[in-house]
């Protein structure tokens, strides 16, 4: 089953930020990540947060982890038409060299003008 | 550097009958994995390999098969398809300790079953 809970659906205007929230379940997991994947294509690293950090940020993307709740969302300002695609949140789990990645449903992102 | 590559991209199959997807690697990543990703779920893995030579299940392993006779290539197999297996193939790859241990996927393997 899913561990990692994403909503299913965002619809946002193009130029507003949009963020999308996951939850996950392994306190222990040590990196989370976001992939976006665009119709009919395979997914994309977006990008990944150690999970010491609370905080991190590449350009327009911001990744904020609350470990105590364990929730991790992916903020993207100023959001555009070509960042319409399903975004995946996944968790790593496990330790000493097996890098199991557990994922969410993924949220589908439609930006409209 | 072409990262994953699959193949084939899209494929049509009768029930009962038998493929094989290739996936191939051109980053010297140790690990590879083989997910499926159907409507409304997260991608959800079938096997992995950690190394040349050895294979592991994976969270949905029953009907398929691998193999990771080179380094480079981690094939799946379907001995006898079902309709179940109606899918989108995913192979990826990684390195332990590295950026991450990030995850590096294909472009995917459409697969109907009949």
């Known amino acids: 089953g899913e561990d990692v809970e994403q909503s299913l659906f965002l619809s946002v205007r193009e130029g507003d930020s949009s963020v999308i929230n996951c939850t996950y379940t392994?306190?222990?997991?040590?990196?989370l990540y976001w992939y976006k994947q665009e119709p009919g294509a395979g997914l994309q690293l977006l990008t990944y947060?150690?999970?010491?950090?609370d905080m991190k940020q590449d350009q327009r993307l911001t990744v904020l982890l609350n470990k105590k709740d364990k929730h991790l969302s992916l903020r993207i300002a100023d959001t555009q038409t070509g960042d319409s695609a399903i975004y995946f949140c996944?968790?790593?789990?496990?330790?000493?060299?097996?890098?199991?990645?557990?994922f969410g449903a993924g949220t589908r992102l439609a930006v409209h003008p | 550097n072409a990262g994953v590559t699959q193949t084939p991209k899209f494929r049509v199959l009768k029930t009962g009958q038998s493929m094989t997807l290739l996936c191939a690697q051109d980053?010297?990543?140790?690990?590879m994995y083989w997910y499926r990703q159907d409507p409304g779920m997260g991608l959800r893995l079938i096997h992995y390999?950690?190394?040349?030579?050895?294979?592991a299940k994976g969270e949905v392993p029953d009907g398929y098969n691998v193999s990771r006779l080179k380094k480079q290539n981690f094939l799946l197999g379907l001995e006898s398809a079902a309709p179940s297996q109606t899918s989108v193939y995913f192979c990826?790859?990684?390195?332990?300790?590295?950026?991450?241990?990030?995850?590096?996927f294909g472009p995917g393997t459409r697969l109907l079953v009949l």
């Open positions: 990826a790859s990684s390195t332990p300790g590295g950026g991450g241990e990030t995850q590096y």
């Open positions: 392994d306190s222990s997991s040590t990196y």
């Open positions: 947060i150690f999970s010491n950090m």
């Open positions: 996944a968790e790593r789990r496990g330790s000493g060299g097996y890098n199991k990645l557990i």
């Open positions: 980053m010297n990543h140790e690990y």
């Open positions: 390999s950690v190394g040349e030579g050895t294979t």
